[in-house]
């Protein structure tokens, strides 16, 4: 048996409708817990890049997973003329400062009221 969806019917679900909604329900769950599964074993763990897989002893692909990545960079005390990615993160005026582009610094003033750096803490 199916369920019945109210939107297909064109009209509010009778209360028969709805509990054999739930009893299709119960019986679909009840049939995933009762399924005989066999544990898979794993046969090794490989990393590409930022993602990791896992592989099972056919080879097969298990699963991926991606790892975390470092966002802020820290690079100690501003200075300038230097190169600053988006997400650098500086030391300047007893504050930590995070990049907001790409850019060569100049004056730190001026850079940022250019917006390119934001307080981070």
């Not at 544990?39 to 763990?45: D, V, Y």
């Not at 007893?94 to 907001?100: F, G």
């Amino acid at each position: 048996m199916g369920i019945t969806y109210r939107h297909i019917k064109g009209a509010p679900l009778t209360s028969a409708e709805v509990d054999a909604n739930f009893e299709n329900l119960e019986k679909r769950l009840l049939a995933i817990e009762n399924q005989k599964t066999s544990p898979t074993s794993l046969l090794s763990i490989e990393q590409h890049d930022a993602r990791l897989r896992f592989l099972g002893p056919s080879g097969r692909i298990l699963g991926e997973a991606e790892l975390p990545v470092q966002r802020f960079i820290p690079k100690g005390g501003w200075q300038t003329m230097q190169v600053y990615a988006r997400d650098d993160l500086v030391a300047h005026e007893s504050h930590t400062w995070c990049a907001m582009r790409a850019h060569e610094s100049k004056d730190f003033e001026e850079d940022k009221r250019q917006g390119l750096w934001k307080i981070f803490l």
